[in-house]
């Protein structure tokens, strides 16, 4: 261990003291590149390039990568070819080339003013030293100063430290030779998230249901036939300051669900089953899910407000409420289904008379595992109504008890019967004195109502409550 340290030790003091040669790597050298993208703007790069390393201290360029990289999560590993070959140190370079970085690094120099002649069009050289770039340039030319000074700007040279992209740099010891070397890290920049397209049928019984992925790289870096993967689920990131794994240990996070799916089912991983380009700055949607006749229930629901139970002045007082449409359905083999739903919106269609798709509604679902039921809110419907009475107020101990009636009236303009949910949002210690119609106690604080109203007809629903 100790003469390991020393060498170590050796090669860095060397490397210091001595020009060390400058060896390039780009996109060109990829042999494989996969990336694994969470919905949470973060994305794992894996990529693996062949190098050719002289021997001795080398300085090499790892251009191409993205300009959202975590320098602190970058690990380097050989595959093979290469011997000895070290790490000495990394530096992550990312002033990159634009008219601002070029004018700020010429200020107190000179340059060169291009200007139109306004008749002729003809240019004419003017010499000038920049004084400022703050809020516009400031030039000197001859001994006055010129704010806004019309002309193209001119620089005789670029100047040093500005690269044309985000590049690793890293001083490298080794005997040389050809080899692969696989390079990964965390990028920032990346995003993916789900949509979903259900096509109802003409009874509103089951849908054709389509899932889409749809992915946005603005990492500044494109990856041509990459292997791509997708983690649903919320992994832990410390805030304060960027922890440094170990590559087992990010690919540990990104296979928790792929591999110990029951374990750890708030994971999910999805691989693409054939390769594809993400550009830079660009959305790709790939399809994630295909399912047929997958069963539904559509429930209209008269859904709890806010509470009515506080004050007596409400008494006579005649209120309009609407009623809710929603679709719930079983995620599950049985019922056609049975995959893993990412988070996402949720858009539902149906054919008109005419054979055209219109959208009856749209919500968005969370992470959704097998078997579990999904509720969908698609919005309000047009021909079943709702009124709200409250008849009747009792205070039975000041402060302690009351008593409160209501009367609802649902009214159904379609020409079918349907079933409402009446939804009732109770405080205090409770109990349903008399309803027209029974009650379901599902909380602490919440009473169903199952109202059957007929077609073209109304339904009254009448309760009292005691609360203490």
Do not use: C
């Amino acid at each position: 261990m100790l003469k390991r340290f020393l060498l170590i030790a050796l090669a860095v003091s060397v490397s210091f003291g001595v020009q060390a040669e400058v060896r390039e790597s780009t996109a060109s050298d990829r042999h494989d590149v996969s990336v694994t993208i969470y919905n949470q703007n973060l994305g794992l790069v894996r990529e693996v390039r062949s190098l050719t390393i002289p021997r001795g201290t080398v300085s090499l360029r790892f251009e191409d990568v993205t300009a959202g990289i975590d320098p602190t999560s970058v690990s380097v590993s050989v595959l093979g070819g290469l011997r000895d070959f070290m790490v000495l140190e990394q530096n992550y370079e990312y002033d990159l080339i634009s008219p601002e970085k070029l004018m700020e690094k010429y200020v107190g120099r000179q340059v060169d003013l291009y200007v139109k002649h306004p008749q002729t069009g003809e240019e004419r050289r003017v010499a000038a030293t920049l004084l400022s770039t703050s809020g516009g340039p400031v030039y000197r030319i001859g001994e006055e100063i010129h704010v806004g000074y019309p002309g193209r700007v001119v620089l005789p040279e670029l100047p040093e430290n500005l690269i044309a992209r985000p590049t690793l740099v890293w001083l490298l010891d080794s005997r040389g030779g050809d080899g692969r070397v696989e390079v990964s890290y965390l990028t920032s920049g990346m995003n993916w998230k789900a949509d979903y397209v259900a096509v109802l049928d003409a009874d509103d019984r089951t849908m054709n249901l389509t899932g889409w992925v749809t992915l946005t790289n603005t990492s500044g870096a494109g990856f041509e036939n990459a292997k791509l993967k997708l983690v649903a689920g919320t992994i832990h990131r410390e805030r304060k300051r960027m922890p440094r794994r170990t590559q087992a240990e990010y690919d540990a996070l990104a296979l928790k669900a792929g591999v110990v799916e029951e374990e750890f089912f708030e994971y999910h991983l999805y691989t693409l089953r054939r390769r594809t380009t993400l550009k830079d700055r660009q959305t790709k949607q790939v399809e994630l899910l295909k399912a047929h006749d997958v069963g539904i229930d559509k429930e209209y629901v008269l859904p709890a407000g806010r509470m009515w139970f506080d004050r007596r002045s409400r008494m006579g007082e005649t209120v309009k409420e609407h009623i809710t449409v929603m679709v719930h359905f079983e995620n599950s083999k049985e019922n056609n289904l049975g995959e893993p739903l990412p988070a996402g919106i949720f858009r539902m269609y149906k054919a008109d008379s005419e054979g055209s798709l219109q959208l009856v509604g749209e919500d968005r679902i969370d992470h959704t595992p097998r078997g579990e039921k999904v509720s969908l809110q698609l919005g309000e419907a047009f021909d079943i109504t709702a009124e709200r009475v409250q008849v009747d107020y009792e205070v039975i101990s000041r402060g302690k008890v009351y008593e409160y009636e209501y009367k609802i009236t649902i009214r159904n303009a379609k020409k079918e019967d349907v079933t409402v949910k009446v939804i009732e949002q109770v405080p205090g210690d409770w109990e349903v004195l008399s309803s027209s119609h029974e009650p379901k106690k599902v909380s602490a604080h919440m009473v169903h109502f199952f109202i059957p109203v007929k077609a073209e007809g109304s339904s009254l629903l009448t309760y009292r409550v005691r609360i203490r």
